[in-house]
């Protein structure tokens, strides 16, 4: 549950609360009782399972729980590594170092850990020789695998309208 959502001293709607103490000790008083303790101890009276019967309160410093919480999600955000999706576009008429310049990219799209999708882009009657497309998306393929890269066809060549693509993705 999020920080936001959590209701606070009187803001809480309950008669009566279940009240968790600092060691772990529960018992259900009025709110107005919790109120006043929570008032005694300088704290703050902190709904934390509103769906309960009665609701389940806790005494704590509401600031310090938010920061720590807050401190919380920052740490796992910096774990999480994001993968964007790259995409290479060409055509079924491509020279062959047009083709070899476009997959020293792919390589090191894959290499920075990014998902690489590999169009081609067909117009006119290039729409009546969809070969030659999946052709060149097989000598990427090609290409990649003699320098080595490391990487796993996650989608195969499929036509999409009047593109064809694949997409690869960084091995682990």
Do not use: W
């Amino acid at each position: 549950m999020a920080a936001k959502e959590l209701r606070i001293n009187e803001a809480i709607r309950s008669k009566e609360v279940r009240l968790i103490g600092d060691g772990g000790e529960q018992k259900v008083v009025s709110l107005s009782e919790a109120l006043q303790l929570a008032s005694q101890e300088g704290v703050d009276l902190v709904e934390v399972a509103p769906q309960a019967n009665p609701p389940v309160c806790k005494l704590m410093d509401y600031g310090k729980f938010k920061f720590e919480q807050d401190k919380r999600l920052k740490e796992s955000k910096k774990k999480q590594k994001l993968i964007k999706l790259k995409e290479i576009r060409m055509q079924p008429k491509i020279e062959k170092h047009d083709l070899e310049f476009k997959t020293k990219h792919i390589t090191e799209f894959l290499q920075d850990g990014n998902k690489v999708k590999v169009t081609i882009r067909f117009r006119g009657r290039e729409l009546a020789h969809t070969e030659l497309g999946r052709d060149v998306l097989m000598k990427v393929i090609d290409l990649l695998t003699e320098k080595e890269v490391n990487f796993v066809l996650d989608k195969k060549p499929v036509m999409e309208g009047r593109f064809m693509s694949m997409i690869l993705n960084p091995k682990k």
